[in-house]
């Protein structure tokens, strides 16, 4: 009697852990079918039209080719257009980084994108960014969408480019639904528009890049340091036999005492520059 009983319990919990299984994958089935990926503007927009409401970026992904989403850089001024538009173009390829590329477009004109240079930011450098919707440009007298994205070069110097996009649908025959510049940049630095990063996430950036510059400093000045001649204050370096290696560690030197300015109020290490 205990043996079937025993028999019945057991069959009775696989049944239990079946149903559970079940109902988790049914779930996780429902939970997927209200998800769209989409890899280009084209797949967005449909995204968009069947009502999804959960869309997921799959890498790589840009913006800015031409069309709605040609990114137009913003004009202080309300000179009116010019012949050649400078523009941007935003990339990334894995969602760990961003690239920026600048160039130019003929304006009314879908002709090709012209780029003219490229600067690559890693994400944790991308520090804030920003959206003001429904503005209005005085040179076009339409109506946009202007961002701006704040970042560290490699210099860590503060840098920003600030763009916007036509949103007017008198002239040009539509407006944005959805935003996909801002999804495209919330998954890339996980901030929403005007968050940005803290004092001191900023201020461990910086130390982790003196200390990396430190290192490439040292290394050099190992290689060229002539050990005849002693200087407390600077050494002297074997110009002639490592030419390059001097220009290397000069400018490196200048890179390392722009980012201690940055921290002048902590305590930090020292290196000797090349005695002129």
């Known amino acids: 009697m205990f043996l079937i009983s025993k028999k019945s319990l057991l069959n009775k919990l696989k049944i239990i852990i079946f149903i559970g299984l079940i109902s988790f994958f049914v779930g996780e089935i429902k939970a997927n079918e209200n998800i769209c990926n989409y890899s280009t503007v084209r797949e967005y927009d449909k995204c968009l ?19 709605k989403f040609r990114l137009l850089k913003f004009r202080e001024d309300s000179s009116g257009w010019s012949k050649d538009e400078m523009a941007y173009q935003l990339r990334s390829d894995d969602g760990n980084e961003l690239t920026i590329v600048t160039g130019k477009v003929r304006f009314m004109i879908e002709l090709p994108f012209k780029k003219k240079y490229s600067t690559k930011i890693p994400e944790n450098k991308i520090l804030s960014w920003s959206v003001l919707k429904n503005t209005f440009d005085k040179a076009s007298n339409l109506n946009t969408w202007t961002y701006q994205i704040n970042f560290l070069d490699q210099n860590l110097n503060d840098k920003n480019i600030r763009f916007y996009i036509y949103d007017d649908k008198d002239y040009f025959g539509f407006r944005h639904e959805g935003d996909l510049i801002s999804e495209f940049l919330t998954s890339i630095t996980g901030m ?11 201020n461990n950036l910086i130390l982790n890049e003196i200390k990396i510059t430190q290192k490439r400093l040292d290394i050099i000045r190992s290689i060229i340091k002539d050990d005849k001649i002693l200087s407390r204050k600077c050494f002297e370096a074997k110009g002639n036999k490592f030419p390059e290696l001097v220009k290397d560690y000069n400018n490196l030197y200048r890179k390392f005492i722009n980012l201690q300015a940055k921290l002048d109020s902590l305590s930090l290490p020292d290196t000797q520059p090349i005695c002129n």
């Open 49 to 67: 039209k069947k009502g999804f409401s959960k869309r997921v970026i799959s890498w790589p992904f840009f913006i800015g080719d031409s069309g």
């Open 192 to 202: 929403k528009p005007g968050y940005g990063r803290s004092n001191d996430f900023i």
